[in-house]
């Protein structure tokens, strides 16, 4: 007989773990090491829960690339000795936090799996138990002795969503997460469906760390009316190396020559230039329209399908691991974890 899996919770704070004082009647974190006495229904599970809390817990707003290390670095200590894990996170930056880790990650071969809630455990209608024990099913769930989904998901309102793809668009209902350009990886009904087509196979290799991240980049979210004085003041920020545009539907921006004539000035000093759409679901394509045929003769580089927090970890990552402007672009346009449909981008270095 197989014992049951072993699963490591991690708790960073958010929401989720807040329950109300009973004495005063306001929200505050609850002991997180009695997770079980708070949700008696976890003993039902065939699981054995582990819990380990992250320190002071957090408000997701106030996550960075250290958290994201301290964390990598819990899953890492713990990998051997547990069959899954599941990080209890705000809901805010969860996206960011879950594409961070799943470039950090080399050769993940188990589950990890983000979850939170909208209102705290301790509220009657809280969205939390649910959210709770699903994520802690399936990142307990295997078949033939292997995980079912061994990468970074976020589970969230009866749906199971690759980390990366992912974003929070609504702050008020239950379902705050979407995944617009890549299927939901499993639906929790009365039974768990998994897509399995979907889900990424386990990596082969010993699992790492990839601690590096470097912060040096820059948002320009492009208007109608956006000034050149704008733009110009933010490709020439001292020591950013990459500026991520957000432009307007599949690429397109101004063709003013100040606006190309800023930019290419820019690339030709080794600024990374990434072309980000502010539509969230889509791909960008650089030349299908006149508006951005110019960016492609530039040299910006196509951020594809990719999510906008997926673009961001993934800039940090590779500037983390030493990529510059000569050899950025071919990474950054390589589908590293899933993150990124490769067959519609343009290469344009
Ligand atoms: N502001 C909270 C956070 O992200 C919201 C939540 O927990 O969902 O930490």
């Not at 704070?13 to 008696?40: E, N, V, Y």
């Not at 996550?63 to 069959?83: C, R, S, T």
């Not at 606006?259 to 980000?276: E, V």
Request: charged residues 20%; negative net charge.
């Amino acid at each position: 007989m197989h014992s049951p899996p072993e699963i490591l919770v991690i708790y960073t704070g958010g929401t989720i773990g807040m329950h109300k004082d009973a004495r005063t009647g306001t929200l505050a974190p609850f002991d997180f090491s009695q997770l079980q006495k708070q949700i008696p229904e976890l003993n039902q599970l065939t699981a054995n829960i582990s819990t380990i809390s992250f320190g002071k817990p957090i408000d997701s707003s106030n996550m960075n690339p250290e958290h994201w290390g301290k964390l990598a670095g819990i899953v890492k200590d713990n990998y051997n000795n547990y069959d899954g894990f599941v990080i209890l996170h705000g809901s805010d930056t969860m996206a960011f936090t879950a594409a961070a880790l799943s470039f950090m990650f080399e050769n993940l071969a188990k589950p990890v799996i983000l979850t939170g809630s909208q209102l705290p455990i301790g509220m009657l209608r809280t969205d939390g138990k649910e959210n709770i024990i699903t994520a802690i099913e399936i990142a307990a769930a295997s078949e033939n002795g292997l995980p079912i989904v061994p990468e970074v998901a976020i589970y969230f309102e009866y749906q199971l969503y690759r980390g990366n793809r992912t974003y929070k668009y609504n702050a008020e209902h239950f379902e705050a997460f979407r995944s617009p350009n890549y299927s939901i990886l499993a639906k929790a009904g009365v039974s768990i469906t998994y897509n399995r087509n979907y889900i990424r196979k386990a990596s082969e290799g010993d699992f790492d760390v990839d601690f590096r991240m470097d912060t040096s980049i820059a948002i320009l979210s492009l208007f109608p009316g956006i000034s050149q004085h704008i733009i110009e003041a933010a490709l020439n920020i001292k020591d950013i190396k990459v500026v991520i545009i957000r432009t307007y539907g599949s690429g397109n921006a101004m063709t003013y020559p100040w606006f190309t004539d800023a930019l290419q000035k820019a690339a030709d000093r080794g600024l990374i230039l990434i072309n980000s759409s502010q539509c969230r679901a889509g791909t960008v394509s650089q030349g299908r329209y006149e508006t951005s045929a110019r960016l492609a003769q530039i040299g910006v580089l196509e951020a594809g399908d990719m999510v906008i927090e997926a673009v961001i970890a993934k800039s940090m990552h590779l500037l983390g691991g030493g990529h510059s402007a000569n050899n950025f672009g071919e990474a950054f346009n390589t589908d590293l974890r899933g993150e990124l449909t490769v067959a519609q981008v343009h290469s344009t270095t």
